[in-house]
Every structure is written in structure tokens, then in C-alpha cells.
């Protein structure tokens, strides 16, 4: 049976990507490495869509959200974090870590952060120093209206805009500088297709004279280093050399795609899949959903657990199960990463068998068909 | 031309482990990877020689570094760290980062510290909360009696003693446990011959007993929760699953050939460089040199940047040059990894034809027949 990967988080790796990670070891300061190294920190700009600094670093994506807090805030800073899923309270946690006032607007699972709701707290809280938010929120599938929020928080606030578009970037519409959003994160293993390793943050100007300022301790995450260490086409320690090189080639893969190309497939490819998960009578979690991931509720009738080790053991599928609290009552499929529509007609196909192998009550056919309809009527 | 990379790490890799990172990759909450994990778990023991925690984190050595530094330190601690080089700097670096009072043994770079110096700071400053030191510092080549400091530490103070085995691990003689080291860090590029990307902290109980403590803020590096997510067989965040994969096959040939065996390969190999070196008229930088690499002076009439640069461009060999101060004035070559006798006879032969280059006096065939003497008597 072949193995298929629709986590949000290892996405499926393209053999192009693969290939470039098997090629020999070169050492990091030399003049092969920093080839890379160039043309990798250029595309990563266009993938952000900013002229800003993009500062790779050795790490999963929550390393990179770190770097954020503890490079632009200070200790006597207060910040506004929003809590509308496992990631949105990270940043709540990181804030806490270092001892700055963190204030947290709690949105229910599922749903998205009203912009009208960052207004009112900025209204009322004019000193914020950063606005911390979730673009997409990978552990409920749910998208904010990022664009409106940006514009909202330069409107009302000097408080730096600062996005984990750990799994929006290069999937969901995001343009860093058109939009105003002075800070955005992101991680190797969701729109850029690679293995899991690498994070990368990006500033723009107003973002980075706060790194100068800064006064909470860091080393490893020291951004200045690493801007300091870019000045020479290279990291200031030593860089997941094999993830560079896999980078590499997953950015040019997607600068020949085009990102608005990107944004259209990634937007389709999940339309198709709520169309058919729908049609099996099966509901979505999230009420502005994510085009980079759709999380699906597990119906009562069903263990939810059983259900995603099913697909896994019978039909070779892996979708990621729901965390924390919905541990057993969701479960997620990928649509960010190296796939196709025959992809998603695979999935829901396999979802299909699955179910009427736990007993669900659905129209057998409907569920690809609606998936396929989409896709003829494209 | 074939590149050949002796450069202190990364280091060769094997084509075992590189086809072991390229099989297709898996989500890593999942049963597939949890095996991954737990044998390499079993295996970091055996290759630090511990009974106690072993907690990879995906990052570089210094993230392992840091690592050490908050979990294992208080704001009000004073601590002792060597600087006989780059790496031992960075122990001080860190330190004063998270406002730890620090105080700094200075050595002389190319020479080890004495482990009578440490056993009078001691005296003088019983209080000392940690000793870190360096067991095969990179920058100078130079190995550590660590043994013998280890010895010292434990009879004169409470003082944890925190290693940087990051070039010594799997190559030099090293037993945590049966030594009393508490704790020790590598990164995955060293002898652990692997690509860059991860980095390991292993620690014994008094150690751990410290991290309970410790109010230094972390919170990517933060070993408690790395420890949590251990019990469940995976990491605390996202992994660069590809480096496990690839780890678990180094782990396996590691343990395949055994420690003593490779201890022994490696002081072979080091020695028998050094006689090469030697015999060619050239002269050892370290004055207690470490078997991981060998550090070279490049004679005053010779440009020690050009002649790096000649030996990658004519004979396709990367050797590291020096850092910091030593930038031109030494060039250093590994020994760590993937490497065997007629690895090193070629290395002494391009050395030779690149004297010959520069138009360096010497005895041609004296550097191949002094490595090859070694070898045949052994």
C-alpha cells in the first residue's frame, strides 16, 4: 500500500525537492552554500511578498515565533495576543514567558477574530506595543480576515502587526508589504513543501529599528546576528545545510508556478474537498475556513481516534486528528504542499471506504463526485 | 573532480544514512516515526555513554548550548566557563546573555586548560553553581583532559560540570556516566555524521534535578517540556524529521562498529595526519591535539586563504580555515565521520601537490608515505 501524507504539517515532499536533498553535502561558509543562500533569501521575499529582511533559522515554526517575541518587545511592554486555537495561544505562552503584559482576546474554536474586536482593545489599550496573530490556525482550519485586521491596526495603533502565516504563506492570498503586516513566521514543512527544520521571519523596517531596542534576553535567536551573518550569504550558526538545498529548489518551483497561481489551486483544491465532505453529510469545524487545511468533525456516531487510524492502517492515509480539547472529535486534512485535484479525489475516495466501513449513512459516489464536480467545473 | 569535504563538521555523510533520509517522510505524532524515535533514543544512551535523559532538539549545537544555560542555571548562579577558543567563548556568550554572573577562564588559544586552574577557581569560589567547558575545541583543535577535570569538579565542588562534547562525542573517548560528566551537548553534523539541523543535550539526574529550578525564561529550548513530550515518544515541537531518519541509520552503523572501535579509528587517522603534516614540514597549531581534526599552521610564506581556496578549486578538498584571529593562519582537517585511511592519504596527497603549488620546500612523497607508515604498522 502507498503511503499518503494529507497532514497540515509534514506536507508531501515533490521528488524535484527530494532529489536536491540527496545531492552531496556542501559546508555552509563556502561559496556553494552561499549561492543557495542568495537565491534562496530572494525568492523568500518574493514568497512573503516583501522587500523587507528575511531571516531563516535552524528551528521548527514555533523557534521562529519565539525569535519574534523575544527580538521586538521589551520587557515593560504590553501586548495583545488572540486565542482561537492551539497556535493563537502560543503566542500568549511565549509573550508570558518573558514577562511582558500580554493581554488575550479568547475567540471560541472554529471561528475568527472580528477585526472590529482588535479596534475596541486598541481603542481602549493605545499603548500596545504588538498585535500577535494567526493567520491561518492550523488547529481548527480557520482563516482570519488578515487584510482587514492589517489595515484596522495601522488605522487605530502604532502597535507592530506581527503573523504567524506559518500555514497561510504561499497558500492563502498574503502580501506582507501591500497589506502593512510589519512581521510574518512561517516553517519549512507547510506551503514551502519541504521537510519540517527550517523557520523563517520577516520584517520590514518599522519591525526591525525594534530589534535595536529590544531588551529580553537571546542568543541563539538573536535576529541581529542573523541579519549580521546574511551580510555574508550565510547563517549566523550553522544552517540545516540539506533543507537549504531542498529549499532551494521548492522556491523555484514555486516562482515558476506563479503565487497567484499557487493561491487559485490551493483555493480550489479545498473548495472541492468541503464540497465533498459535505455531500457525505459530514460537517465542517470551522466557520471561515482555511483554504490551507480542512478540518472536518467526526460525527458522535463514530471514534473519532479509530477513525483516523483506520484510514491510515486500511488505505495507507494519514490526515492529522483534532489537538487538545478536540482530541477525537475533528479531524484535518491538507490541501497546502505538493498536491493535485486527483490528490483530493484520492482522499475523499478513501473517506468514502472508511466510512461505510464504521457504518455512516451517506450516498455512496457523493462524495467524489461532488470533489469532481468542482474540478469539471473549474 | 570530485568534492571531498574534511571540513570539522559537517563531515561526510554516509550513503546509508543519506537513503535513509530519502525515503518518504512521515507525520511525526505518528506510530512510524515514534519507532524512529525510540531507537534513537536507546542509542544517543549508548553514544554518551548515560543512563540519564537524552533530549534531541532540532537546532544547531549552540541551540543545544543554550539550552543548557537556561534550563539548568538561576538569575542569581555565578558560573566558570573556559575560553580557549571560539566554542569556549560562546559558553561565556551565553551566560552574560541571561545575566548569569560569569567568570572567565582565559587559556591560550592551541592549548588546553589545565585541570589544575579549575580546581583553584574552585577552591576560591566554592559556591560556582556550573563549570562549562569544551571537550575537543573546534576553533584550535585541542582537546581537553576532561577525565581528569571531571575528577577534579566532582571532589572540590557541588558545581555541575556541563560539556561541550560537540566534536568529541563518537570520536574521542567519552563516558558520561562512568566520568561524571552531568551534562553534555552535540550537534547531528559531527561524529554523529549526519547533515546539520540537530543538536542533543544529555543530562544525569543531579542535573535534571537543577532544571526543576531554574527561572531563567525559556521556552523552544525548554528541556521540561522536551522531557514531557519524550515520555510520549516524539519531541515538544515539530522535528526535522529527515535528520531523525537519517540519525537513526548513523546510530545503527555506530553501534554496528562499536564505540572503542571507532575511538580507535579515529585516533588512528589523527595520528597518522599528523605525522603526514609533519613530514611535510608543516607545523601542529594545537599543543594537546584532539583527534576529531587537526589544526595546521600554514607557514608565514604562504597566503592561508588563497591556499584553501587552491586546495577546493584544484583538487576539489574543503578544509576549514581559521576563525577569528586565526583567519588565514591555520587550516584545519576532520577526522569525525564518514572517513578511512586512504580518505586521509588522499587528503595528504592533494596537501602535497598544493604545497608543491605554493612552492613549498619539502621531500615529495614524505607526507603520503609518513600517513601510510602509520597505517601499515598498526
Avoid at 135 to 153: F, K, L, M, Q
Amino acid at each position: 500500500m502507498r503511503a499518503r501524507l494529507f497532514t497540515p504539517g509534514p506536507t508531501q515532499v515533490p521528488e524535484r525537492v527530494q532529489i536536491a536533498m540527496s545531492t552531496p553535502l556542501m559546508h555552509h561558509r563556502g561559496l556553494e552554500f552561499k549561492k543557495i543562500f542568495e537565491e534562496v533569501i530572494a525568492d523568500l521575499k518574493y514568497f512573503f511578498q516583501t522587500e523587507g529582511e528575511v531571516l531563516p533559522l535552524t528551528s521548527s515554526g514555533t523557534g521562529a515565533m519565539e525569535a519574534c517575541v523575544v527580538n521586538l518587545l521589551s520587557r515593560d511592554d504590553q501586548v495583545l495576543t488572540v486565542a482561537g486555537g492551539k497556535f493563537g495561544q502560543r503566542w500568549g505562552e511565549l509573550c508570558r514567558t518573558y514577562g511582558v503584559q500580554t493581554h488575550t482576546l479568547e475567540v471560541p474554536w472554529g471561528e475568527a477574530v472580528a477585526p472590529e474586536e482588535i479596534e475596541a482593545f486598541l481603542k481602549a489599550h493605545p499603548k500596545t506595543a504588538a498585535v500577535f496573530l494567526t493567520h491561518s490556525e492550523t488547529s481548527t482550519g480557520v482563516a482570519a480576515d488578515i487584510e482587514t485586521i492589517a489595515r484596522t491596526v495601522k488605522e487605530r495603533s502604532d502597535a507592530l502587526l506581527v503573523v504567524d502565516s506559518i500555514t497561510s504563506a504561499g497558500v492563502l492570498p498574503f502580501k506582507m508589504d501591500e497589506w502593512g503586516i510589519d512581521v510574518a513566521v512561517t516553517g519549512s514543512q507547510k506551503g514551502l513543501m519541504i521537510p519540517p527544520g527550517l523557520g523563517v521571519v520577516a520584517l520590514n523596517e518599522r519591525a526591525w529599528a525594534k530589534t535595536e531596542s529590544s531588551d529580553l534576553p537571546k542568543f541563539y535567536f538573536d535576529l541581529r546576528k542573523e541579519k549580521k551573518a546574511q551580510e555574508n550569504l550565510t547563517t549566523a550558526w550553522t544552517p540545516a545545510i540539506t533543507l537549504f538545498m531542498g529549499l532551494r529548489e521548492a522556491l523555484r518551483m514555486i516562482r515558476e508556478k506563479g503565487l497567484e497561481n499557487l493561491w487559485e489551486k490551493y483555493a480550489l483544491l479545498a473548495h472541492a474537498t468541503r464540497q465533498g465532505v459535505q455531500a457525505l453529510g459530514l460537517e465542517l469545524f470551522a466557520k471561515s475556513p482555511s483554504d490551507s487545511l480542512t478540518a472536518v468533525k467526526v460525527p458522535d456516531s463514530i471514534d473519532g481516534l479509530a477513525f483516523v487510524r483506520h484510514l491510515l492502517e486500511k488505505y495507507g492515509i494519514t490526515v492529522a486528528g483534532g489537538q487538545a480539547h478536540l482530541k477525537g472529535k475533528i479531524f484535518r486534512i491538507a490541501h497546502m504542499g505538493y498536491y493535485d485535484s486527483l490528490d483530493m479525489i484520492a482522499m475523499a475516495s478513501a473517506l468514502e471506504m472508511a466510512l461505510a466501513d464504521f457504518g455512516w449513512n451517506f450516498e455512496h459516489g457523493a462524495g467524489v463526485y461532488a470533489v469532481q464536480k468542482v474540478f469539471m467545473e473549474k
